[in-house]
């Protein structure tokens, strides 16, 4: 079975920093999706981690340990409009989603 | 821009009846999603398609069933809506199922009396 673990909720300041854990254990691995929903709103494609290490999206990155089933993705200098749900979803054949945490930021 | 639409925004049926969900690609994708998302619980796959008249069965087909007559369509059925299945129903499409992302469509609220 598949068991993906992200926090429920954070809080954070306008331009600070967050991370967002998710952790997981799978049958298989094919990468890993982290997506961005605001609320009422369809989920869109942030980053995909299929490797060890950091990958760099301007304001936003996304880490990958496949050996410790962890990831996390880091949002930088929060802005208002960053406050949505964040998903973590494995690749394996087919996509497999945490729960998905949501970030509120406040000013 | 990839556009994947649904047929509605909302919709409110009763229990026992027959209900259609229509969602529409625009990019030629091979591969189409049918999720139901649910507080708390995530995304959950129901029904995927990897071409046309191709099906397979998600992580929770139970009470679904789908159909892919062409390319660009995918539908999914509640054969007899229950209340169970009131949540917000998500289409998605991508280009190959392994790296690439997939799109997403605005959804479908449905409720179920």
């Known amino acids: 079975g598949q068991n993906i673990d992200q926090p429920t909720e954070m809080t954070a300041t306008e331009g600070a920093i967050v991370q967002i854990n998710c952790t997981y254990q799978?049958?298989?691995?094919?990468?890993l999706f982290w997506y961005q929903q605001h609320a009422g709103e369809a989920p869109t494609f942030l980053s995909y981690?299929?490797?060890?290490g950091l990958e760099e999206k301007g304001r936003f990155s996304s880490f990958l340990s496949r050996s410790k089933g962890y990831s996390y993705l880091l949002l930088k200098e929060l802005q208002m409009k960053d406050s949505a749900s964040y998903l973590c979803?494995?690749?394996?054949?087919?996509?497999?989603f945490g729960a998905g945490t949501t970030v509120t930021v406040r000013a | 821009d990839v556009k994947v639409t649904q047929s509605s925004r909302y919709l409110v049926k009763r229990t026992g009846e027959k209900v259609f969900l229509e969602c529409v690609q625009d990019?030629?994708?091979?591969?189409m999603f049918w999720y139901r998302q649910d507080p708390g619980l995530g995304l959950r796959l129901i029904y995927f398609?990897?071409?046309?008249?191709?099906?397979e069965k998600g992580d929770i087909p139970e009470g679904y069933s789908v159909s892919r007559e062409k390319k660009e369509r995918f539908s999914l059925i509640l054969e007899s809506a229950s209340t169970n299945q009131t949540s917000m129903y998500l289409c998605?499409?991508?280009?190959?199922?392994?790296?690439?992302?997939?799109?997403f469509g605005p959804g479908t609220r449905l409720t179920v009396l």
């Open positions: 981690n299929v490797l060890d």
């Open positions: 998605a499409s991508s280009f190959e199922t392994s790296v690439d992302e997939q799109f």
């Open positions: 398609s990897y071409d046309v008249k191709m099906k």
């Open positions: 979803a494995v690749n394996d054949y087919k996509l497999s």
């Open positions: 799978t049958s298989g691995f094919n990468g």
């Open positions: 990019m030629d994708h091979e591969n």
